[in-house]
């Protein structure tokens, strides 16, 4: 089994998210439905600092109005070169199915993963991208039809902040 090393590729991926930010989010109200109305929300988060030599990270994001929080665990694997995704909210507990993907030479991140939507089985798809040393953006996906057609359904663009520790 191969140890990560600070100069392999993928290594550091998600160094950029280190720091305190503030978010906004939007969620679209009721997914898979044909609705287009979104919910838009504040949203705070904190990623600690790089874990693993750059192979790990953890951050948590607090939404003050909806009275939760989440927290998303970031590990990479060396032998496949591939992250994985591992979110968890306040109201469960319940650490939810990896979503694992990479980063691309665009800079843009994809991850893919299968779960569930109101009993629905779905592909959930992450994308990260538009990423700079003040901000970034991600976006949520679900399709139910193996990737062929996909539903944004929410949106966070982040704004460092400078506050907090990491």
């Known amino acids: 089994m191969s140890t990560p090393s600070p100069g392999q590729p993928g290594i550091g991926d998600f160094d950029f998210l280190v720091g305190a930010w503030d978010v906004t989010n939007r969620r679209l ?11 838009e929300f504040p949203g705070t988060a904190v ?38 995704l591992n979110w968890v909210n306040s109201r469960t507990g319940l650490l939810q199915p990896p979503i694992v993907g990479r980063f691309h030479d665009d800079g843009n991140g994809e991850f893919y993963g299968e779960d569930t939507h109101e009993n629905t ?10 990423i700079t040393s003040v901000s970034a953006h991600w976006e949520q996906a679900f399709s139910i039809d193996g990737g062929e057609t996909w539903e944004t359904n929410w949106t966070m663009a982040f704004r460092r902040t400078g506050k907090g520790s990491a």
């Open 29 to 39: 109200l009721a997914p898979l439905t044909g609705s287009t109305e979104w919910d």
């Open 47 to 84: 990623c600690h600092s790089s874990l693993f030599c750059g192979a790990a990270n953890l951050d948590e994001i607090r939404f003050p109005t909806k009275g939760f929080s989440g927290l998303t665990l970031r590990l990479f694997d060396p032998v496949r070169a591939q992250w994985s």
């Open 121 to 130: 089985p779905v592909l959930c798809r992450f994308i990260w991208k538009q």
